[in-house]
């Protein structure tokens, strides 16, 4: 089992979709703790991404995630935008040239992502950010044993690490400012980071 270029296609539309289709989900979980604007910002980020990948000569998976992460810095201001920017530059890097992408690839190279989202914005486990999705997901696909039961693991994984930043106090971002004012609020950035994942499982398991 592998993933192709136009699988990964596939995944990007997806991400998109949910994005769209939770947009005032996430701008409301955002005004709760933040500003209000993570819906707007990634489903703006997201439609400029389909626009990119619509009109390019993608040679494989990476390529097509590459110009995802230059969509979404040139049209995503704010915490998110470079964020992701990052996430989808060091995924696309490390997959760049491989034709069919097997569970190893793919872990590593969400590894790297998360790598570059930690080294940009320096939020560690139980900060409440979108890192607390992240770091579960990425370790599922790491313990997989193959890619199908890897992507659905990470997927739960993702969700749960989601659910689990309510409790918890925000030590990163704009929701940081409101110290314990931002108990019980899910946060935007792992929620949007979930829905990364479930499109991954929807769109890249058999
Ligand atoms: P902004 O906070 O600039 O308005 P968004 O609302 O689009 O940007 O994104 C907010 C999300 O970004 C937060 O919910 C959080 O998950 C994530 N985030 C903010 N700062 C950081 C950081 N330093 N490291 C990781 N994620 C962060
Ligand atoms: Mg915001």
Do not use: C
Not at 82 to 104: C, K, M, R, W
């Amino acid at each position: 089992m592998a993933i192709t270029r136009d699988e990964t296609l596939d995944w990007m539309r997806r991400f998109a979709g949910e994005v769209a289709e939770h947009r005032q989900e996430l701008v409301a979980l955002d005004t709760a703790i933040g500003d209000g604007d993570h819906g707007t910002n990634m489903n703006r980020g997201m439609t400029k991404a389909l626009e990119k990948l619509e009109g390019a000569e993608l040679a494989d998976s990476g390529a097509a995630l590459k110009t995802v992460a230059m969509a979404l810095v040139s049209s995503v201001g704010g915490a998110a935008g470079p964020l992701y920017g990052t996430l989808f530059l060091q995924i696309g890097n490390a997959l760049a040239g491989h034709s069919e992408v097997d569970l190893a690839a793919f872990a590593g190279a969400w590894r790297k992502g998360l790598e570059g989202v930690q080294a940009r914005g320096k939020a560690q486990a139980g900060d409440k950010t979108m890192v607390d999705a992240l770091i579960p997901a990425v370790e599922a696909l790491e313990s997989a044993s193959d890619l199908n039961a890897g992507l659905r693991a990470a997927a739960q994984a993702a969700e749960e690490g989601m659910k689990a930043t309510t409790p918890l106090i925000a030590r990163k971002g704009r929701a940081s400012y409101l110290g314990e004012r931002s108990k019980d609020h899910q946060d935007p950035g792992a929620t949007s980071t979930y829905y990364l994942f479930k499109s991954a499982a929807e769109a890249l398991a058999g």
